[in-house]
């Protein structure tokens, strides 16, 4: 099984209040709702709302599709991870389409005094006063915002082709981390269906420009310009696992013991390194053989797999999965091929391994870890 991470060329927020910022080096990137009011002078109550792009390397892409996946079952999700959420309601939605017009990322921060407007904003794709997001007439099988009759200067936020839509809802309880399955946009990039210029996410209809105070939802995310380990990642994850013990036995007894070979103990970014991971009884039954029992290699069962953690934080970078993350096996033993790139360098992680052996399911947390260093 494999999984292979790019991290973004290009983010920033658009944001409805503030229709010429460019925010493109914010560490901060969110989908938020509030409202203003008197707006342009006026009496009443005037929603705002805020939508991030996003985008990733087309030839980064089409290298995994066409060198790595090489075919096989594929997924690719969008991960952006939360940094400040308020005002969540019973379910709160963000819905997340393929941008359908270019853009420029631009050198601004939120709020910034003067106003940087040297890249894309509410009303503009590029610089302040170069073109503005279509806001009417648009092109067949694309949309972007409506013009409001109460606030007509609100028009802009990017455009978006309708087709391909992937969404995720949250509640009170959610991980609100953004981890949502993007891969027919994806595709449709690969194919050249769509052009890439990348995502826009953005909460649902119901929610944008509804003049509710008690519907304020604020979503705050980590951008690429983030000094901290939670940049976002386009993750891709494919199936390629192969199983055919040869002469091994199949691990069928409890308790086990479990070992991490072919860690040197540290590794560059780009590096990409094929682990083998050990297996027998912790107590192997008495028989009559030639050579000692404790050298004999076995298979773990084909329900099997891998998660890596970071070690400081404890958290999961790749999660136990039953489809992409399962241990393949050969005549030498079990092994998986883990992609270096998607982890934070100078940092350490360390391996797990999952098995189910008789109906219990074993976990072994025995301090494989390993290192990130630049380079």
């Given at each position: 099984?494999?999984?292979?991470?790019?991290?973004?060329?290009?983010?920033?927020?658009?944001?409805?209040?503030?229709?010429?910022?460019?925010?493109?080096?914010?560490?901060?990137?969110?989908?938020?709702?509030?409202?203003?009011?008197?707006?342009?002078?006026?009496?009443?109550?005037?929603?705002?709302?805020?939508?991030?792009?996003?985008?990733?390397?087309?030839?980064?892409?089409?290298?995994?599709?066409?060198?790595?996946?090489?075919?096989?079952?594929?997924?690719?999700?969008?991960?952006?991870?939360?940094?400040?959420?308020?005002?969540?309601?019973?379910?709160?939605?963000?819905?997340?389409?393929?941008?359908?017009?270019?853009?420029?990322?631009?050198?601004?921060?939120?709020?910034?005094?003067?106003?940087?407007?040297?890249?894309?904003?509410?009303?503009?794709?590029?610089?302040?006063?170069?073109?503005?997001?279509?806001?009417?007439?648009?092109?067949?099988?694309?949309?972007?915002?409506?013009?409001?009759?109460?606030?007509?200067?609100?028009?802009?936020?990017?455009?978006?082709?309708?087709?391909?839509?992937?969404?995720?809802?949250?509640?009170?309880?959610?991980?609100?981390?953004?981890?949502?399955?993007?891969?027919?946009?994806?595709?449709?990039?690969?194919?050249?269906?769509?052009?890439?210029?990348?995502?826009?996410?953005?909460?649902?209809?119901?929610?944008?420009?509804?003049?509710?105070?008690?519907?304020?939802?604020?979503?705050?995310?980590?951008?690429?310009?983030?000094?901290?380990?939670?940049?976002?990642?386009?993750?891709?994850?494919?199936?390629?696992?192969?199983?055919?013990?040869?002469?091994?036995?199949?691990?069928?007894?409890?308790?086990?013991?479990?070992?991490?070979?072919?860690?040197?103990?540290?590794?560059?970014?780009?590096?990409?390194?094929?682990?083998?991971?050990?297996?027998a009884p912790e107590y192997p039954?008495?028989?009559?053989?030639?050579?000692?029992?404790?050298t004999q290699n076995y298979a773990?069962?084909?329900?099997?797999?891998?998660?890596?953690?970071?070690?400081?934080?404890?958290?999961?970078?790749?999660?136990?999965?039953?489809?992409?993350?399962?241990?393949?096996?050969?005549?030498?033993?079990?092994?998986?091929?883990?992609?270096?790139?998607?982890?934070?360098?100078?940092?350490?992680?360390?391996?797990?391994?999952?098995?189910?052996?008789?109906?219990?399911?074993?976990?072994?947390?025995?301090?494989?870890?390993?290192?990130?260093?630049?380079?």
């Amino acid at each position: 099984m494999a999984v292979y991470k790019l991290f973004p060329i290009a983010d920033t927020t658009l944001y409805s209040g503030y229709p010429s910022m460019n925010t493109g080096l914010d560490e901060i990137i969110e989908t938020s709702t509030n409202f203003t009011i008197g707006v342009n002078g006026n009496d009443g109550q005037y929603p705002q709302t805020s939508r991030y792009l996003i985008k990733f390397d087309s030839t980064d892409i089409n290298d995994i599709i066409n060198n790595k996946i090489s075919g096989s079952t594929w997924q690719s999700n969008l991960r952006v991870f939360i940094s400040n959420a308020t005002g969540l309601s019973n379910t709160s939605s963000m819905a997340i389409n393929a941008v359908a017009e270019n853009w420029t990322m631009g050198t601004g921060h939120y709020l910034e005094s003067p106003e940087v407007s040297n890249g894309a904003s509410w009303f503009w794709k590029d610089y302040s006063g170069s073109a503005r997001w279509t806001t009417a007439s648009f092109t067949s099988g694309t949309t972007g915002s409506y013009n409001l009759t109460n606030n007509p200067s609100s028009s802009g936020g990017g455009v978006w082709y309708t087709g391909s839509q992937a969404s995720q809802s949250f509640n009170f309880y959610s991980d609100l981390d953004l981890n949502t399955n993007v891969t027919s946009i994806v595709s449709k990039w690969y194919s050249s269906s769509f052009v890439n210029y990348g995502f826009i996410v953005r909460q649902t209809e119901s929610q944008e420009f509804i003049a509710n105070n008690n519907s304020q939802v604020s979503l705050k995310y980590f951008s690429r310009d983030t000094h901290t380990i939670y940049p976002p990642q386009l993750e891709f994850k494919w199936n390629d696992f192969t199983y055919s013990t040869g002469s091994l036995t199949v691990l069928n007894t409890t308790p086990a013991r479990v070992t991490i070979d072919q860690n040197p103990g540290v590794f560059y970014s780009s590096s990409v390194n094929i682990f083998s991971v050990n297996a027998a009884p912790e107590y192997p039954a008495r028989t009559w053989v030639t050579s000692s029992v404790y050298t004999q290699n076995y298979a773990l069962p084909t329900a099997s797999y891998y998660a890596i953690k970071d070690l400081d934080t404890d958290e999961y970078v790749i999660d136990f999965d039953t489809t992409y993350t399962k241990l393949s096996c050969n005549a030498s033993g079990s092994f998986f091929t883990l992609y270096m790139n998607g982890l934070e360098p100078e940092r350490y992680y360390k391996i797990l391994i999952q098995t189910t052996i008789n109906g219990s399911t074993l976990v072994f947390d025995n301090n494989y870890n390993f290192k990130i260093v630049n380079g």
